[in-house]
């Protein structure tokens, strides 16, 4: 099973609103990731968690707050968002993502934001 | 740095045509190469990989290699169908210095393929 969930599938939500994305793997991965894609590009990296731990921010506003409970669950809390934050948000995860090595990652379907 | 060209598109085929699509690479150490296919309206989904010069991936009728000494990794299928419709990105990672395995992707390849 190679499956990464994402709820919700689309979000609507105004500048002033809070509201959190979700996602979920089964895989044993101890590696999950947040993109940003805009339309007709390639994923931007936002956040890496490694073992549970977040290990990269790539200079991503305050606005957007990971979370990382547990092996399994990655939140993506959405605060002030503006219009431009609007895009699809994908989460991946993979096996590692430590320093030496280099694994496949497996992409949810992604939540279509819209911000208002 | 790192970093993946890949062909600029769109590509536009008739079905049952032959595709390819170009993909070099420039990376520190080695590289694994990666072949990722989207979908309207879908999130990413790994079509196939290679981990070493030489290698090659395949994945539903879609192949690559990967050639170390032009640091290339072209996709190519023999008989492309309507279904086949999406846009197709390559990426790596590198395992040497503070990438943590991420992965750097191409500007996509949209591929439209007509009956």
């Known amino acids: 099973d190679t499956e990464v969930t994402q709820t919700p599938k689309h979000l609507v939500m105004g500048m002033t609103n809070k509201k959190s994305l979700k996602c979920e793997q089964h895989?044993?991965?101890?590696?999950m990731y947040w993109y940003k894609q805009k339309a007709k590009k390639p994923p931007e990296l936002m956040f890496v968690y490694s073992y549970e731990k977040l290990s990269i921010n790539e200079s991503v506003p305050s606005r957007f707050s990971p979370e990382c409970p547990n092996s399994s669950l990655l939140n993506l809390h959405l605060h002030a968002l503006q219009p431009e934050d609007s895009a699809l948000y994908l989460c991946?995860?993979?096996?590692?993502?430590?320093?030496?090595?280099?694994?496949?990652?497996?992409f949810g379907p992604g939540t279509r934001l819209t911000v208002t | 740095g790192n970093s993946v060209t890949q062909m600029e598109g769109p590509v536009t085929l008739s079905e049952e045509a032959f595709l390819t699509i170009n993909c070099t690479y420039t990376?520190?150490?080695?590289?694994?190469l990666f072949w990722y296919v989207q979908y309207p309206g879908e999130g990413l989904q790994l079509l196939l990989k290679a981990t070493k010069a030489d290698d090659k991936g395949s994945n539903k009728g879609f192949e690559a290699t990967y050639r170390k000494e032009t640091t290339s990794f072209h996709l190519e299928k023999g008989s492309v169908q309507v279904s086949d419709s999406a846009v197709y990105f390559c990426a790596l990672t590198s395992n040497y210095g503070g990438s943590q395995g991420n992965l750097i992707f191409g500007k996509g390849t949209k591929l439209s393929v007509k009956p």
């Open positions: 990376a520190t150490g080695y590289p694994s």
């Open positions: 895989m044993g991965h101890r590696a």
């Open positions: 991946a995860s993979s096996q590692s993502a430590r320093t030496g090595a280099s694994y496949e990652q497996y």
